[in-house]
């Protein structure tokens, strides 16, 4: 599976961005999805996650009034819709396909289970 992620950029405080992360090479419309992002000087973070039924989404407790994962399964693509940004939101975000199907839950904020990643697209969030 090869994941393309798109969409980064520079952004104002309080601006929104939508990303996208195409995945090709097979299908993975059984499999959860997820975006990570990452600070310079800090270690990757969970934001978000979708399983491979679009229900139940997973967010990490800060993003999860301001941010929205969606699936298109057909299309094998996920966005992150990200709105009221603040620049503690600057870093690279990579979004990971699941390596088991079915997966659903907390289990999914977690890097581990995680077999693809795309090569991440840079969000910058200042004035």
């Known amino acids: 599976v090869q994941l393309q992620a798109s969409g980064g950029g520079l952004v104002l405080p309080g601006g929104s961005l939508t990303l996208s992360c195409a995945a090709s090479?097979?299908?993975?419309?059984?499999?959860?999805m997820a975006w990570f992002r990452q600070a310079l000087g800090k270690e990757r973070e969970f934001v978000a996650a979708?399983?491979?039924?679009?229900?139940?989404?997973e967010y990490a407790d800060s993003m999860k009034d301001r941010f929205t994962i969606s699936r298109n399964s057909a299309n094998s693509t996920i966005d992150l819709r990200m709105n009221s940004l603040n620049v503690g939101d600057t870093g690279v975000y990579y979004c990971?396909?699941?390596?088991?199907?079915?997966?659903?839950?907390?289990?999914?904020?977690?890097?581990?289970?995680?077999?693809?990643w795309g090569q991440g697209t840079q969000v910058t969030v200042s004035s």
């Open positions: 990971a396909a699941d390596g088991t199907p079915y997966r659903y839950g907390m289990s999914l904020r977690t890097e581990q289970g995680y077999a693809y």
């Open positions: 090479g097979r299908s993975v419309s059984r499999y959860a």
């Open positions: 979708i399983p491979w039924s679009t229900l139940g989404a």
